[in-house]
């Protein structure tokens, strides 16, 4: 069984900042593909942004400029640094790590854009 424990939403400010973070635990080989998504009351999760082992990243154009993924390898953590936020940022954010033809999610964390 693999575990993702996210951390770092809440409410914010617009043009205000916010970093999550998801740690992995259990039985976890290699390095694996890892992933933030998000969704919106009334929306479908959509991938925000997604990094390979190797450190290639993706990001949906929505947010690009403004939210960087990056991992942390021996901790097996991956991180998503929000700037600029906007209140069509508010969702409930997912982390995500595909292993093995298999796709693991996290609980969730809110994050909220309003002033």
């Known amino acids: 069984q693999v575990q993702l424990v996210e951390s770092g939403g809440g409410l914010v400010q617009p043009g205000g900042s916010l970093r999550l973070s998801c740690a992995a635990s259990?039985?976890?080989?290699?390095?694996?593909?890892m992933g933030w998504y998000r969704q919106a009351p009334g929306k479908q999760r959509e991938l925000v942004a997604a990094?390979?082992?190797?450190?290639?990243?993706n990001y949906a154009n929505s947010v690009k400029g403004r939210f960087t993924i990056s991992r942390d390898n021996a901790k097996n953590t991956v991180y998503l640094q929000m700037n600029s936020l906007k209140p069509e940022d508010t969702a409930v954010y997912y982390c995500?790590?595909?292993?093995?033809?298999?796709?693991?999610w996290g609980q969730g964390t809110q994050v909220t854009v309003s002033s």
């Open positions: 990094i390979t082992g190797g450190g290639y990243t």
């Open positions: 995500n790590l595909f292993q093995k033809g298999v796709n693991y």
């Open positions: 259990g039985s976890i080989f290699g390095i694996n593909a």
